[in-house]
Each structure stands twice: as C-alpha cells, then as structure tokens.
C-alpha cells in the first residue's frame, strides 16, 4: 500500500515538474525564482496572467473540495506541488493571499451566496485580495484596532472609516478583507468583542492606498485609508460581533501546506548562498564553513517541524513557535549572506544572484517584525503553549 501511495507520488512529482518546464517558459521566464511584490523584476501584470495560466492547468485550489471547483488533492501532493513549484522557479503567488487565507475562511464562514461570489474569481487567478488587519498602534497588539464599521440605516450598506497599514499587495488588488469595530469593545465584553470582518472593493470613493517606499526601493506594503468607504450589508464573514473570531481562523490558514513552499524558497536562497561561498572561497573559512553548516542544519529542522505542525494528531501548542523558528532563522541567513558577500555586498549588483542575496538582507531584516514581532511570540509560546500567566 505505502508502496502504491509512493509510486503515485513519484508519478505526481514528475507531472508538476513536466508542466512547469512547459509552461513557466517564453515571456513567463522572465519571473522565474522572483519571490514577489517588492522583489526586483516582479512584473505585477505579468504575474496575474501568470495566476490564469496556474488556473487553465489546475495548479490553483488543488486542496480545495471538488464542490468549491479544487482537485482535492491530499496533503502529500498539495506538498509535492508547493517544493516542485518552487524548486522549478515560480515566482511568488500574487494570488496567495485570497486562494490560502480568504478561500478556506469563505468556505468556513462565508454564505452561500458569498461563495458563489467571490470563490471562482480566486480559482481563476481574475480577483485579488489584500489583508486589511495591523493599523497604526495595532500591529502586534491586533485587538486594539480602531477602524469604525457602522450601518446606513437608509441603504443597509457598511460605512468604514480608518487606517490599514502595512497593507500587502493592496494597489494591485481588486478587495480587500477589513477588521473592523462595529461599537466599544468594553462595551460589548472586552477588546476582543464587537468586531466585524468585512469584505470590502477597493476600487470606489472613499479609498486612498498610499504604497510605502521600502529599504529595497520597491512598494510592496501600503497604507489603505478608508472615509466613508462602503460595502453591501451582506459582506461580513460569520455574525456581526463574532470578528475577532473569523479573523483569528483565517490567519491560522497561513499555517496550511504552502508553509513548505516558504520553506522551498528559503532552500532556493541557501543554495545560491552555498554557489557563492563555494565560488569567491568563503566556503574555506572555517568559521564562515559552520555558520553555512549551522544554517542548512536549520532549514532540515524548519522541514521537520512543518511536517509534524500538518499532522493531523499535532498538538495546537506544536503551531506556536513556527513563526518565531522560521524568521529567527531566515534572519541570520540574511546576515550571513552579507558575511558571504563581502566587500561585494557593499555596493550594488548587477549580477542577479548576488543582488538577491543583498535582497534577501534587506527584506529578512522586517521578518522578526510583520505578523507579530519575537516578543509577542514569546508571549503567545508562554501563554497559550505552556499555560504562563500573562
């Protein structure tokens, strides 16, 4: 049996790699191993048609249930598929956001009605979502958002006012999910309470995104600012008040089998980290020699603990201490790439490995930080995993 189930995976591998040889070619190679927005030479546009081309060859939602239009592969091959894709040079997804975190929350919360709507444009690689959680004063500390939702008695629609920031990807999407107040959460039983999750177009008046210039030069992230925006009565997930709730399940999306795709990518950067030592002699230092050692040592661990993390019998503590592990990690390999580079790492680079080591650098530096910084971490790893007192 186990013997069959590794033949039809072996079989699986060879489909994935045989398509993405075929297809991620002509005027698409030009995103090849291009991690995504903010990276350099990632074509937006070129990217979504890149998203329509996964969806002709039935690359996108295939864990999805067949009702919602998915494959409904298993774990093992949503797996395969995720390391092949990256090993194979796939760019970052711009879909990512709205087929891994928005997609399995709509099917969990979401309507009959709000399915119907908003599933097939995801499938397709047509409708792109952005994020609309961290706020000015609440970032790690989400609970203290203050982006007013409130109802227009004579329309039935959502008025929102307020601030996102740190918005991904939000100026080349079409909606955006929204955590919003809807009255006083001590009024309502504490910060937590009185929330909604809101689905909301992002082309209309009442919505001005403002791209940050980042220390790469490139806008991935935005401010989103919302006066007066509105959205239809019926785009809340799950019931008014119970927000908290529907966001909370949604970011634990993120922890599903595209994690061994980050990880995929990750070994992508290490292996041009190795070329390079191998190729200017840094590999001949011995101290350099360890700390490369010490580095892939790391990544087997991250694969690891992914794995134990997707099983079904994992303990919900096992989760806690993924995102801590991974960006601790992608961190120090930045800073060893710099050490690697040398002097070459001072100045910028035309040759395109070299400057995506510099690249990596530069963005790993924010990892500690987005989606609750080392501190909140430690404290979630305290609080929730060994029982702490706050």
Not at 39 to 47: E, I, P, R, T, V
Not at 85 to 112: D, K, N, Q, S
Not at 149 to 168: F, L, M
Not at 294 to 311: D, K, W, Y
């Amino acid at each position: 049996m186990n013997m069959q189930e590794s033949e039809i995976n072996r079989a699986f591998r060879t489909e994935v790699r045989a398509w993405m040889a075929a297809h991620l070619s002509g005027r698409f190679a030009a995103l090849k191993h291009v991690s995504g927005l903010g990276a350099q030479g990632y074509d937006a546009q070129l990217a979504k048609e890149w998203e329509q081309e996964l969806a002709r060859g039935g690359w996108t939602g295939i864990g999805w249930e067949a009702q919602y239009g998915g494959r409904g592969l298993p774990l093992s091959q949503q797996l395969i598929f995720h390391e092949e894709y990256v090993r194979c040079g796939g760019p970052g997804r711009i879909g990512h956001i709205g087929e891994t975190l928005l997609a399995p929350t709509l099917m969990a919360y979401g309507t009959p009605e709000q399915k119907a709507r908003f599933l097939p444009g995801i499938l397709a690689g047509t409708d792109y979502w952005a994020q609309g959680y961290s706020e000015p004063g609440a970032g790690s500390d989400l609970a203290a958002i203050r982006t007013r939702a409130r109802r227009d008695e004579t329309t039935g629609e959502w008025v929102i006012d307020g601030q996102k920031v740190w918005t991904s990807w939000a100026h080349e999407s079409d909606w955006i999910f929204v955590l919003a107040r809807t009255q006083e959460g001590a009024a309502a039983g504490g910060r937590h309470q009185g929330m909604v999750l809101l689905l909301v177009p992002l082309h209309q008046p009442g919505v001005e995104i403002r791209p940050i210039r980042q220390i790469t030069g490139t806008s991935e992230f935005n401010e989103v600012f919302f006066d007066g925006a509105r959205t239809e009565g019926s785009l809340h997930l799950g019931p008014v008040g119970d927000g908290w709730k529907v966001a909370m399940y949604l970011l634990g999306c993120e922890r599903g089998a595209s994690t061994l795709g980050q990880q995929a990518h990750f070994r992508h950067e290490l292996e041009l980290l190795l070329a390079l030592a191998r190729r200017n002699g840094a590999a001949r230092d011995p101290l350099l020699r360890q700390r490369l050692a010490v580095v892939a040592l790391g990544l087997q661990t991250l694969r690891s603990h992914a794995l134990r993390a997707l099983a079904a019998d994992a303990p919900a503590r096992v989760t806690l201490v993924s995102k801590y592990a991974w960006s601790n990690w992608h961190r120090d390999l930045g800073e060893l790439a710099m050490d690697v580079l040398g002097d070459a790492g001072l100045l910028l680079q035309d040759d395109a490995d070299l400057a995506a080591l510099q690249q990596l650098w530069l963005v790993s530096r924010a990892d500690t930080i987005y989606a609750g910084t080392n501190e909140i971490q430690l404290n979630l790893m305290a609080e929730r995993g060994l029982g702490m007192p706050r």
